[in-house]
């Protein structure tokens, strides 16, 4: 698979085999990842891998917390308080088809919030990757980041593996941060699900659509 493909053919997976992922592929993974650029070489990038008993139980708790009704309390807001357009239709359009996909009527609001809580069990995925920042560092440290996680996406491709990048997974930072024993000082960014995708399951046929060229290119000469 070229980079172009790897690009072009990636998309969020929300459903995963019962198929182990083997150490040695994980490390080639952030091996390759880690070739990102960032400002004066500062790498601020910190990956906390999570399999077996660590991950069911990050799962757990987050999932306690969220039914517990706890506020959210994550280091930073990922999206904004009222949404505008042409994001507001995004959002919308994104979530109905996402459903569709799960074959969830709108009036379901039980079954919405069952697949809702796949979150937190990283879509069954045999694998979790939560990434971490220094608060120490500035916002162009989170920029890095990005180019660093999308590394991680397109690496893992190479692999034959799938991902699904997640804010869900940071709603409850010291949770994490307190499993993992990880500093306060390392602020959650998102968390990943890894694994190979179960070409089977229906929600792994959904995909969202993105805009043209024309629509976000601005040319000067």
Not at 82 to 87: H, I, T, V
Not at 161 to 175: H, K, N, R, V
Not at 197 to 214: F, H, I, L, M
């Amino acid at each position: 698979m070229n980079v172009l493909e790897a690009m072009r053919g990636r998309k969020s997976t929300r459903a995963y085999l019962d198929k182990p992922v083997a150490r040695a592929t994980i490390e080639a993974i952030l091996d390759a990842a880690r070739w990102a650029p960032s400002g004066v070489n500062c790498q601020p990038w910190q990956v906390a891998v999570v399999t077996g008993t660590i991950k069911a139980r990050i799962g757990d708790e987050l999932l306690a917390a969220r039914q517990a009704k706890q506020p959210e309390n994550p280091d930073y807001a990922y999206y904004p308080k009222d949404w505008q357009e042409p994001y507001k239709s995004r959002r919308k359009a994104t979530g109905l088809a996402l459903y569709h996909a799960l074959n969830i009527g709108k009036d379901d609001a039980f079954a919405r919030i069952k697949a809702w809580n796949n979150n937190y069990r990283f879509f069954g995925a045999p694998v979790g990757l939560l990434f971490f920042v220094d608060r120490a560092l500035a916002q162009g440290a989170w920029v890095d980041m990005g180019m660093f996680i999308q590394n991680v996406m397109l690496a893992a491709r190479g692999h034959g593996l799938e991902t699904c990048p997640q804010a869900s997974l940071a709603e409850y930072p010291d949770i994490v941060r307190g499993i993992l024993t990880i500093p306060a000082t390392r602020a959650l960014v998102c968390g990943m699900a890894l694994g190979y995708a179960d070409a089977s399951a229906p929600v792994n046929s959904y995909r969202t659509e993105r805009e043209p060229v024309g629509a976000f290119m601005s040319w000067y000469e």
